[in-house]
């Protein structure tokens, strides 16, 4: 398992102008080849090597923000990732305000599968938004929390004037605040 962690660790290095993490050379004081956490110079970044469903459910800490991004449904094992276990088990892990976003393809699913994960996941968490990832995309973006989950226009206009929100979003073919709300395909 360290030896998979390192190298997915190791990997990043590759999207360091995606992730903005700041990396430590092999000759940087506190570098150590066998721990990957000694890789980033991020004091607000720990490295867990575990399978993340695993990991959540026996996590004492508790979240903001968990992100879900597993592959394909149909793919062997990949479909536990898609039940009201799964689900579930990273509810109990957000903070009371906290949200879930869950990463669901619509290509190659029958409208009956996507129905079901939809109710699955809306069983779970009473307040849910399903996002478009870009136009004309079947990628989509599952939110999900225990408390109502806030659309506010003018501070998504106010957080995209910081220059660094809005280059990130630009990748993303968001330009403007109408860009994120013109994807919402569904709300509770």
Known sequence: CVELETAVVDASRHFDEVNHLRYRAPADP???????????????????GNDGRNFLASAEGRYDVIISEPSNPWITG????????SFASSGRAL?????????MQLYEMSPDNIKTILRTFSSVFPHVALFASEDLSSDTILVGSFTPLKFDFDRVRR?????RVARELERGYISNAADIFARLLLVD
């Open 159 to 163: 957080e995209l004037e910081n220059p």
């Open 78 to 85: 990949v479909a536990n990732m898609f039940t009201a276990e």
């Open 95 to 103: 903070k009371k305000d906290g949200v879930f976003g869950q990463w």
């Open 30 to 48: 506190g570098y150590d080849w066998t721990d990957p956490e000694t890789y980033i110079d991020d004091d607000r970044l720990t490295v867990f």
